[in-house]
């Protein structure tokens, strides 16, 4: 059974970072590609950053050079550090890959408020 876990959100202040977890099982996570997404309210999901098997990124440009996607291949976990976070970086973030199908987590919150 394929699983992704996302974890790490929270509520951070303006300028403030956080760095968001998504932990996979029931893949062979190491030639998958996985990808953030997120989806504010009232607003349609976004592709945030990915990442290739062999670690090439690709980031929207709202985020470039504030975040920074990652991936421990023995740990099955592909990581997403959110620096100089912005109010409208609110929103609920999904991680993603394809595995025999496209494949979601649940998404974990980030708030961005003073």
């Known amino acids: 059974q394929v699983r992704l876990v996302e974890s790490g959100g929270g509520l951070v202040q303006p300028g403030g970072s956080l760095r968001l977890s998504c932990s996979v099982s029931g893949t062979n996570f190491k030639i998958t590609s996985p990808a953030w997404h997120r989806q504010a309210p009232g607003k349609e999901r976004e592709l945030v950053a990915s990442?290739?098997?062999?670690?090439?990124?690709n980031y929207a440009d709202s985020v470039k050079g504030r975040f920074t996607i990652s991936r421990d291949n023995a740990w099955n976990t592909v990581y997403l550090q959110l620096d100089s976070l912005k109010p409208e970086d609110t929103a609920v973030y999904f991680c993603n890959l394809f595995w025999r199908g496209d494949r979601w987590g649940k998404g974990t919150q980030v708030t961005v408020s003073s």
């Open positions: 990442i290739s098997s062999s670690g090439s990124t």
